[in-house]
């Protein structure tokens, strides 16, 4: 079986620090993970995906994320934090189907 | 491209009712999928499907709830009868290959059941 954790329900940061969200996984063979971005009653956005190759990803809005494959994880960053980043943050691994994280609420204060 | 598109986007229905949730996906994607998002159990996928083949319903809760996918660009979740527990947001989401390739999500069917 397959699962992410993510352990943080919030992450509070202030607008222009750097901001990380946490996610572990644990999957049989190679990981393919992904982080997805949910605005209030919006739809689930694709930020970025890590198939195989270089361990840092670049994505969406400036975010980019780390693989690491001995502490089997594949945390999302970036540099400089915008109060428009404030939203629900999902990490994910795919086999077939995707199977998410519980979810980080990303709080950006001004 | 459109991207995704559910209908529709908000469902108020009474218990013993039965719904409907509808889906088209992007053009030239083969593959469908249905989640549904709560507080309590989070995005679990219920189901999908691939060139219009169900592959794996395993997640669908039980037998009052049922997909189809009649052509490429056409698929119905169907809740009958429904219960307040069913209560959730439905999305549907679209992709070129099921094993890695990026799903898009469309904004999702808010369903309440009273």
């Known amino acids: 079986a397959q699962s992410v954790a993510q352990p943080e329900d919030q992450v509070n940061v202030a607008e222009g620090n750097p901001l990380t969200v946490k996610c572990t996984y644990s999957v049989s063979g190679n990981p393919y993970l992904f982080w997805y971005v949910q605005y209030p009653n919006r739809g689930l956005q694709f930020l970025l995906k890590y198939i195989t190759g270089d361990n840092l990803v670049k994505g969406s809005y400036g975010f980019e994320a780390e693989f690491n494959k001995s502490q089997t994880s594949f945390h999302l960053k970036k540099p400089s934090a915008l109060v428009s980043d404030s939203a629900l943050y999902f990490c994910a691994v795919i086999r077939r189907a995707l199977t998410f994280g519980s979810g980080t609420r990303l709080q950006v204060q001004p | 491209d459109a991207g995704v598109i559910q209908s529709p986007r908000h469902e108020v229905t009474e218990m013993g009712q039965e719904v409907t949730l509808r889906c088209k996906p992007i053009s030239g994607h083969n593959s469908l999928f249905w989640y549904r998002q709560t507080m309590m159990r989070g995005l679990e996928l219920l189901i999908y499907f691939n060139n219009n083949v169900p592959i794996d319903d395993s997640g669908m809760p039980e037998d009052r709830f049922s997909a189809k996918m009649p052509n490429a660009s056409f698929s119905t979740l169907k809740i009958q009868p429904s219960e307040p527990r069913d209560s959730a947001v439905y999305f549907c989401?679209?992709?070129?290959?099921?094993?890695?390739?990026?799903?898009?999500f469309g904004p999702g069917t808010r369903l309440t059941v009273l």
């Open positions: 989401a679209s992709s070129f290959n099921r094993d890695t390739d990026t799903q898009y």
